[in-house]
């Protein structure tokens, strides 16, 4: 399923705290990529294709796998969609996905051991910029 533009422009809950979620705005090359971010329970969604041009890691979002044996359905739903999302893992971290329009969900622990996995693995400036940002957005909160 392609979202629409109105589509993404819709606010997304967050299915924890069922709030308005805050768009944060992430610079990256071409027009820039808008993200939601929950400032109550720090977690964060990704519509599809929006992690990969934030990381610029064309492969980011293909090399989410599942693990065997676990219980993969996810608790709640998908923010944007309403189907249903799997627990998978990119670069060993668990991130859970919608199976129908392919957005992820990070929560905070998650993206903090994404953003140390994927530090060690991309020596990257863009990319630090990207987890760095995020984290500053977040301290000027507090
Ligand atoms: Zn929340
Ligand atoms: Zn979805």
């Known amino acids: ?3 629409t ?3 993404k422009l819709q606010l997304v809950i967050c299915p924890h705290c069922n709030i308005d979620m805050e768009r944060l705005e992430i610079e990256v090359p071409g027009p820039n990529v808008f993200i939601d971010y929950c400032p109550k329970c720090n ?6 294709g929006e992690f990969r041009k934030i990381v610029k890691d064309r492969l980011a ?6 693990q ?4 993969e359905w996810v608790k709640f739903g998908c ?3 309403g189907e ?3 627990m998978k893992f990119m670069y060993n971290v668990e991130v859970d996905q919608c199976d129908e329009c392919g957005g992820i969900w990070l929560d905070d622990g998650e ?3 994404l953003k140390e996995k994927y530090l060690e693995r991309i020596q990257d400036k863009h990319t630090r910029g990207f987890f760095n940002k995020l984290y500053t957005l977040k301290m000027d909160r507090k």
């Open 1 to 3: 399923m392609r979202l």
């Open 5 to 7: 533009k109105a589509q």
């Open 43 to 48: 977690s964060y969604w990704f519509d599809k």
């Open 61 to 66: 979002e293909k090399n989410v796998g599942k």
């Open 68 to 71: 065997e044996g676990m219980n």
């Open 79 to 81: 923010p944007r969609c």
């Open 84 to 86: 249903n999302m799997r």
């Open 111 to 113: 993206l903090l051991q």
